[in-house]
């Protein structure tokens, strides 16, 4: 009967629903669709893992309106310390005999968060939580798609597969991505580092096909496609998603780029937005403990960018436009 289900946790204030955001932001949880009308203001979160639990508790609570678990709530402790929260009802037990620890967020408003979970050092049997990952949320942020015009048939079908995944993360349709064509993949990594130096992404996308042929060209190109794009994401410090196929035959292309091997086009763009979110992750945690870190470059914007594909080239010289799955290469 029920298929999905909705938990709605209410803001007691204005105020408060503001700093709710902010605290459900901090302890790392992607946010969606969120707006405001004539008596609601709402914002969608999205955990990697949500369950239902239902419970009935002998003793009371102190009545939070919202209680959260966290897998490493040591660390978000310091976190929202940090953050200036008022904390009230900490509850942590003496280390080590308490495996787990609870404490309560109360906001202006009276809001009051509770949050729970095990401690970093108890709970060493499970040991994801202790992981330094990106998320998937591109909101915010801004990528460059290099995409080789060269076999084409397969190359825009991945440029559609990455667009599809950076849309499903959250970037903006019409300034979050610049797209930029070159002739084959051997001009990839060039035009990756161009884009990357400037510093307004936050990552670039890779995209092209190579398909082996008659002679040891295949093998030649393979080979500096892959050292330039490793070379320019090491010395700019730009993550570079690697989406360029490298296939014996068109059929093995076909198949990865959207039939039964899935888009790795899709693919490089999520590992793009993952790449991008852990080096911002990386970099904050470098911050709180005491490191000196780089301010993180302005985002900008260049006229490369059409999300419907009308592009320019990395240099002023202007290209001519082309449109996805209109155009075509014979092989070299």
């Known amino acids: 009967m029920i298929?999905?289900?909705q938990i709605t946790a209410q803001a007691k204030s204005a105020e408060d629903f503001r700093l709710l955001v902010q605290l459900l932001e901090l302890l790392g949880l992607r946010?969606?669709?969120?707006?405001?009308?004539?008596?609601?203001?709402?914002?969608?979160?999205?955990?990697?893992?949500?369950?239902?639990?239902?419970?009935?508790?002998?003793?009371?609570?102190?009545?939070?309106?919202?209680?959260?678990?966290?897998s490493d709530l040591d660390t978000a402790f310091?976190?929202?310390?940090?953050?200036?929260?008022?904390?009230?009802?900490?509850?942590?037990?003496?280390?080590p005999t308490h495996t787990t620890r609870h404490f309560v967020v109360q906001l202006p408003g009276g809001t009051k968060v509770r949050l729970f979970g095990p401690r970093v050092l108890e709970n060493t049997l499970d040991t994801d939580h202790l992981a330094l990952e990106g998320d998937l949320t591109a909101t915010g942020k801004?990528?460059?798609?290099?995409?080789?015009?060269?076999?084409s048939f397969i190359t825009e079908r991945l440029l559609a597969g990455a667009?599809?995944?950076?849309?499903?993360?959250?970037?903006?349709?019409q300034k979050g991505f610049e797209i930029v064509r070159v002739p084959g993949s051997f001009e990839i990594p060039s035009a990756a580092r161009a884009l990357a130096e400037t510093k307004k992404y936050d990552a670039i996308i890779c995209?092209?096909?190579?398909?082996?042929?008659?002679?040891?060209?295949?093998?030649?190109?393979?080979?500096?496609?892959?050292?330039g794009i490793g070379q320019s994401a090491q010395e700019t410090g730009v993550p570079h998603?690697?989406?360029?196929?490298?296939?014996?035959?068109?059929?093995?292309?076909?198949?990865r780029a959207g039939l039964k091997m899935g888009n790795k086009g899709f693919e490089a763009a999520l590992t793009a937005v993952e790449?991008?979110?852990?080096?911002?992750?990386?970099?904050?945690r470098s911050s709180l403990a005491g490191g000196k870190t780089k301010a993180k470059p302005v985002v900008g914007r260049s006229p490369l960018h059409s999300a419907r594909g009308k592009t320019t080239a990395v240099a002023d010289k202007p290209k001519t436009n082309r449109r996805p799955g209109r155009t075509s290469k014979k092989s070299k």
């Open 163 to 173: 667009i599809d995944g950076l849309l499903r993360c959250g970037v903006n349709r």
């Open 3 to 5: 298929k999905w289900a």
């Open 31 to 70: 946010k969606g669709f969120s707006g405001e009308n004539k008596k609601t203001i709402s914002a969608e979160f999205f955990p990697s893992k949500v369950k239902l639990d239902l419970r009935y508790r002998k003793d009371e609570w102190l009545g939070a309106d919202l209680v959260l678990m966290v």
């Open 241 to 255: 998603a690697f989406g360029v196929l490298t296939c014996d035959t068109l059929e093995q292309a076909i198949d």
């Open 142 to 151: 801004s990528f460059a798609l290099v995409v080789s015009r060269f076999n």
């Open 78 to 95: 310091e976190l929202i310390t940090k953050s200036g929260f008022n904390i009230v009802d900490d509850h942590s037990g003496p280390k």
């Open 207 to 227: 995209l092209g096909c190579l398909l082996r042929g008659d002679t040891a060209h295949y093998d030649v190109i393979v080979n500096e496609v892959t050292r």
């Open 275 to 284: 790449m991008a979110n852990l080096k911002e992750a990386a970099v904050g």
